[in-house]
């Protein structure tokens, strides 16, 4: 899934490894994620919300909307 | 620091094969200089499945060693595993990782090819049964080794693992019942159990090497 967490993360002046040590999951993780190649689990998006101060959609992109437009 | 961008797939694999083609050019000439000094004669022997083990044995060995080589230091984990800067800070339990998986590795190469080198042996039944035991206690260091991978793997390792073990069940299961059927309908031969062995363990390391490879486990 598309996302803004590279971005996030390099507004709040982490690494990927400073990141992956605060959530406690690997650095391969977090790239993982970053490259779109990792969904995350539902607590580790919800973590990511927390660490960065933003509501899950606003790190993670999804085009679908309920009207199906 | 974060990875570097990945290059272009074609570009990768135009060096791969650049530096690919003069190794596989030495190894065939070592191989050829060794067939034809009779030096691969004990193998001549080994079934096709044996000869399978072995090679998937050697490649685990191969793997095992780059792995523990890697871990010995941060610096070298940066360079050869994490491809980052030499001087970035290393995750103390990406080495631990690193060591145990060097282990199961290892340990999987050794009971790889005990089976067939000692059936090829000659020995006695005494003696089959000592590799039988020491194949066994392999088995537990390394059932143990594996637990604690999991054990101490975050989702991205578990996730890799579970979708490698669903890939390989749902593709072995029906090769297994597509093979069953024609030796039940005498269409094929029946098959011994190390070949179905030595065809799971082929099958389980490329789908997990394509797995990891695709979730960004591995470089």
Known sequence: MRNRLRVLRAEAGLSQQELAQRLGVSRQTINAVETDKYDPSLPLALRLSKVFGVPVDAIFLDDWSPDGV | ?219
């Open chain 2, 1 to 219: 620091m974060e990875s570097s961008p990945r290059r272009n797939p074609l570009r990768r694999a135009l060096i791969g094969a650049l530096l690919g083609a003069p190794l596989g050019l030495a190894g065939g000439f070592v191989v050829a200089r060794a067939v034809k000094r009779g030096m691969i004669a004990p193998l001549e022997a080994w079934t096709g499945a044996d000869l399978f083990s072995l090679a998937i044995a050697l490649g685990l060995v191969v793997s095992a060693g780059y792995a523990g080589w890697a871990a010995t230091s941060g610096r070298r984990w940066n360079q050869m595993v994490e491809r980052l800067s030499p001087d970035e800070p290393v995750d103390p339990a990406a080495l631990v990782s690193g060591r145990r998986q060097a282990l199961v590795a290892g340990l999987a190469g050794a009971m790889m090819i005990l089976p067939p080198v000692a059936a090829h042996a000659g020995l006695g039944d005494g003696a089959r049964t000592l590799v039988a035991g020491v194949v066994a206690l392999l088995l537990a260091v390394q059932t143990l080794a594996n637990w604690r991978l999991w054990r101490d793997g975050d989702e991205l390792t578990r996730a890799v693992i579970a979708q490698s073990g669903a890939a390989c069940f749902w593709l072995l299961q029906l090769a297994l019942f597509v093979w069953a059927t024609l030796t039940r309908l005498d269409l094929a031969p029946e098959a011994d159990a190390w070949t179905l062995m030595t065809v799971m363990m082929g099958v389980y390391l490329l789908i997990g090497t394509i797995i990891s490879a695709r979730r960004g486990l591995v470089a």
